[in-house]
């Protein structure tokens, strides 16, 4: 498999599949393609449609085959951004935010992840319910607004505000630290937790979660009535 990733702000990426190869998307993701890629909608078993439902993706993914030789096809953003590709081996897991998965190869391993800290889930946004990514191939994610990575080193931290994580390497652990003092908390307009992030591993943060783009939205749209 082939592919480039092109257009900004609204990006798309162009795969190229080679001849029987099969790639995943989410519901909607293909823009165009080739007459030799052949579509299939397939939930994977209710385990598999449950856990993508309960990440806010949808049960069933298509699934694009070349038939006859090499394929093309295309898929989009459903918002602006960019469109992160990350190689999965079996040495390297994935842990992305909810509804970041756009596409895939076959190869590709999704499940559903729960943070172990109960609390880190309720209080850290994206902290309790993701998606995690395994096997072997590429994987395509949808990322808010522009990306930045980091890599951190073994018990360095991070802290990020909610809806700013978008992907960590699966070495990385969560958790969540309250907002230091009262002020802070009624005035600073932050929230009452951070999520903390250590490593050892890479992550990738979003500039412009699209919660935080629907409230700012919000805020200048007319009121009914």
């Known amino acids: 498999m082939q592919y480039q990733i092109q257009g900004q702000p609204y990006p798309v990426v162009v795969v190229t ?10 519901k909607g993701a293909m823009a165009w393609m080739t007459p030799n890629m052949e579509m299939q ?13 309960f990440t806010g993706e949808a049960m069933f993914q298509n699934h694009y085959t070349a038939k006859g030789g090499q ?4 898929f989009t953003s459903a918002v602006p951004g960019e469109i992160m590709p990350i190689q ?16 895939s190869e076959s190869t590709v391993n999704f499940e559903l992840f729960f943070q172990k800290r109960i609390a880190g ?10 998606q995690k990514f395994s096997g072997s191939g590429m994987l395509f994610l949808e990322i808010d607004g522009s990306v930045v990575a980091y890599d951190l080193a073994p018990g360095q931290t991070m802290m990020v505000d909610t809806g700013n994580l978008a992907a960590m390497e699966a070495t990385c652990t969560l958790d969540v630290e309250m907002v230091k003092g009262v002020g802070n908390v009624l005035l600073g307009g932050e929230g009452l937790f951070n999520t903390k992030v250590t490593g050892p591993g890479r992550i990738w943060l ?20």
Not at 207 to 212: E, H, K, M, V, Y
């Open 17 to 26: 599949a080679d001849p029987e190869e099969t790639i995943l998307c989410q």
């Open 41 to 53: 909608t397939k939930g994977g078993g209710l385990g598999k449609m449950f856990s993508r439902a």
């Open 71 to 74: 394929g093309m096809i295309a």
């Open 88 to 103: 999965i081996t079996p040495q390297r897991s994935i842990i992305a935010q909810k509804s970041a998965f756009l596409a």
């Open 121 to 130: 889930g309720f209080f850290g946004g994206e902290g309790f319910i993701m």
């Open 206 to 225: 979003q500039t412009l979660p699209l919660s935080g783009l629907a409230g700012a939205l919000a805020k200048v749209m007319p009121s009914k009535g």
